[in-house]
């Protein structure tokens, strides 16, 4: 890519991110628009992505550029132009963004209300528990990423809003609730991006999940997109080989460690840093599962995610999911039709070989659970109906049971779909519960 490197900063946010773009982009008003919208979502680069990953001589119609830096029609123009018409006024500003957020439905999926546990001494705070098997860990010092994706459907742990904020006070609380809970096989440590944190500070996770007692938890997930956004964080910081040393104490402990790699683009794994930071991870016992929504304007093409998923393969990761952008965030910018979605997962798929067909999707992660989309059913009567599935479900039962929806061209979400049948319990179940004492 062309321009001058900024080596020696790692991060770009605030008013340099607005500088960085005045000073790579032909059009001035870029820089004006970074100003307005990253007042409302948080935006935050690395120097890999400025170096290595954005086309500058493409930008802002590089698919780089925009899977992390602002645009105009992220957001409502009615906000665009209160913000715009607020800056300089702090007060008129701050009630501006505010009314903004709101309308970009800061927590979806009823994450706040029905996901977070509790027990005897009330909400386990960092804590998410919707899935029987499966624990969410949100460790406090993760709650940062090297560099922002503007789809992101967490941009709320990043505001500096602490109401929106989920995050842990360390892991005595998180080890004290998996203890009480046998069910639990999977730990997933989440963000944010657990690996922005030192070594020093995940090894006390680490010393947590392998304490006597929870010999239950099986399986430790770790998500991130250090790979695409600094991959030196597993390869050349001083902090690399501490951080791989933990991972091999894990699995050398009996422990499947998956690290969920978040890959939107196939560009992302070019870089031979990034090569290099998957081979470490593998000659540390790790798996690699990669995930990532289909979103417009980055990889809303079939050949792109063909690309993607084959170099992943060649690489050693296996493709995991594809899902639905979430009904939060910049998602008027982002999002597309179930139907594209679908028609881009199936095309993907049929340019490859079997090894590169293991991406569920699409899949849309609603607050009943995970509803993967399997196709479009033509149905007696001439009707045709979106087929479809929950891979995973608050309440087990619901779990692989196929059900159909209207077919709708124009739905982007769950919420816009309708039930087809005799299928209300399927879409709306009632007192749906974790088994053994979940989140109430």
């Not at 605030?14 to 005045?22: I, S």
Request: glycine content about 8%; overall charge positive.
């Amino acid at each position: 890519m062309n321009g001058s490197t900024v080596t020696a900063i790692r991060t770009v946010a605030g008013r340099r991110l607005a500088r960085l773009v005045h000073d790579r982009c032909a059009d001035p008003g870029l820089a004006h628009d970074v100003e307005v919208v990253a007042q409302i979502l948080p935006f935050k680069v690395s120097a890999h992505v400025v170096d290595h990953l954005v086309d500058w001589d493409n930008a802002p119609d590089d698919p780089l550029y925009r899977l992390v830096f602002p645009h105009r029609d992220m957001i409502d123009p009615v906000h665009f132009r209160a913000v715009e018409r607020a800056l300089g006024d702090p007060v008129a500003l701050r009630a501006a963004v505010a009314a903004a957020r709101r309308d970009l439905n800061p927590h979806p999926g009823e994450q706040l209300t029905r996901n977070i546990p509790h027990d005897e001494d009330g909400e386990v705070e960092g804590v998410q528990h919707k899935y029987a098997q499966t624990a969410l860990v949100f460790p406090r010092h993760g709650q940062t990423c090297h560099a922002y994706c503007s789809y992101c459907f967490r941009w709320a742990q990043f505001v500096g809003d602490p109401k929106l904020r989920i995050a842990d006070d360390g892991p005595e609380r998180m080890a004290g609730y998996l203890r009480r809970h046998r069910e639990v096989s999977d730990v997933l440590f989440t963000g944010g991006d657990p690996l922005v944190m030192r070594a020093e500070l995940l090894e006390r996770y680490v010393d947590a999940v392998l304490r006597p007692g929870l010999e239950h938890v099986t399986t430790v997930r770790i998500g991130t997109k250090a790979l695409s956004f600094h991959p030196a964080r597993l390869v050349t910081d001083p902090d690399a080989g501490p951080l791989l040393k933990l991972v091999e104490r894990l699995v050398g402990a009996g422990r499947h460690v998956a690290v969920m790699v978040h890959v939107s683009h196939p560009r992302e794994l070019e870089p031979d840093l990034s090569r290099r930071a998957v081979a470490a991870l593998r000659s540390a016992g790790c798996e690699l599962r990669s995930q990532a929504p289909v979103v417009r304007h980055v990889n809303d093409d079939a050949q792109v995610w063909a690309d993607s998923w084959r170099a992943q393969v060649a690489l050693g990761i296996h493709p995991y999911y594809l899902f639905v952008e979430r009904d939060t965030g910049a998602r008027r910018y982002f999002g597309l039709p179930i139907q594209r979605a679908y028609e881009i997962h199936r095309g993907a798929v049929s340019r490859l070989s079997g090894l590169g067909r293991t991406a569920r999707g699409p899949v849309m992660s609603t607050a009943e659970g995970k509803v993967t989309v399997d196709g479009v059913a033509e149905l007696p009567g001439g009707k045709r109906a979106f087929a479809l599935r929950y891979l995973q479900a608050r309440d087990p039962e619901l779990v692989g049971r196929p059900f159909h929806a209207r077919w709708d061209p124009a739905a982007q979400w769950w919420s816009e779909l309708v039930p087809l049948g005799g299928h209300d319990r399927l879409f709306f179940p009632r007192g749906a519960a974790l088994a053994q004492g979940g989140p109430r």
